[in-house]
């Protein structure tokens, strides 16, 4: 090896431990940021989870105050739908003599149906609600339906018609009720429409 190459090897090895020091002090500086950028992240979420906390709280205190916003809302629902089936009580063409809301109770079952409309040889049970979720069809034809027919056996001899009535209802779901044989009813306006069962 020459005078010249000896003397240029420790100028190349100190050139590659100033690169491998830049690229380190690089690394450094840019893993600080991320943490800054994490830490700050770390507290954003913490004030909004805070703030979540504030609107939760506030929101529990309107509903103990209003009695809850579901339950007022379903009140207003089965209001408007018995006002106005009392004032007009007809639902696809058959007229009845009587609307009422019932609960009873027998041999340890227990259930309420959110309104009744009966007359000598028809029964309709309306399943009332604000806004109108799978769920609701579910239980309407699963519980209540077979709930009824075991709680009130003097209406065997009746048609029995099942509906759900809402304000809201998804065209999915309106689609589903009917195939299955219930009748929807929903708020239009000031009015009902009724959307008969397609069997």
């Known amino acids: 090896m020459t005078d010249e190459e000896q003397r ?20 450094a500086i ?21 703030r979540q906390a504030k609107i939760d709280a506030k929101l529990t205190r309107l509903e103990e105050m209003y009695g809850g916003g579901g339950n007022s ?19 696809v063409g058959i007229r009845f003599d009587v609307i009422e809301k019932r609960t009873r109770s027998h041999a340890g079952l227990e259930d309420e149906f959110d309104l009744l409309l009966i ?8 399943e009332v609600k604000y806004k109108a979720h799978e769920k609701d069809l579910e239980r309407l034809l699963n519980r209540k339906k077979p709930d009824f027919q075991r709680l009130f056996p003097e209406y065997g001899d009746h048609r029995q018609h099942f509906a759900l009535a809402t304000f809201h209802i998804d065209d999915a779901l ?19 429409e009724t959307l008969p069962a397609d069997h």
Request: charged share 30%.
């Open 73 to 91: 809302q379903g009140a207003a629902a089965e209001e408007f739908y018995h006002d106005s089936l009392k004032a007009n009580p007809v639902l």
């Open 174 to 192: 309106k689609a589903a009720a009917r195939e299955q044989g219930v009748i929807v009813l929903q708020r239009k306006g000031d009015v009902i």
């Open 30 to 50: 840019q893993q600080a940021k991320a943490e800054v950028r994490q830490r700050e992240a770390d507290a954003r979420h913490k004030e909004a989870g805070v």
């Open 119 to 126: 007359n000598s040889r028809d029964v309709f049970v309306l």
């Open 8 to 27: 240029g090897q420790p100028a190349d090895r100190n050139g590659a431990h100033a690169r491998i020091d830049a690229i380190l002090e690089k690394i």
